[in-house]
């Protein structure tokens, strides 16, 4: 019986080792992923404000080389 508990308690030992590795593997994936969208809102902005851009200079050009 002394030897399951010690075995019981081994197992429950590494059980709880792999949730709080996997704790910290997911706050690190949740702070890429903050990063990573902030990084996509931005480029979309980027896009947007040269499309709008280019749509600009292309009503400036003469009617012939649109």
């Known amino acids: 019986m002394e030897a399951q ?3 019981l308690e081994k ?3 590494q059980l709880i080792s ?5 704790q910290g593997k997911n706050k690190g994936l949740e702070t890429r992923l903050a990063s990573t969208e ?3 809102t931005k480029l979309q902005s980027n896009m947007k ?3 709008l851009r280019l749509e600009k200079m292309m009503k400036q050009l003469p009617e012939e080389n649109r």
């Open 5 to 7: 508990l010690i075995a």
């Open 11 to 13: 197992k429950i030992k």
């Open 38 to 40: 902030a990084t996509l």
């Open 49 to 51: 404000e040269a499309s």
């Open 18 to 22: 792999l949730i709080e590795s996997a």
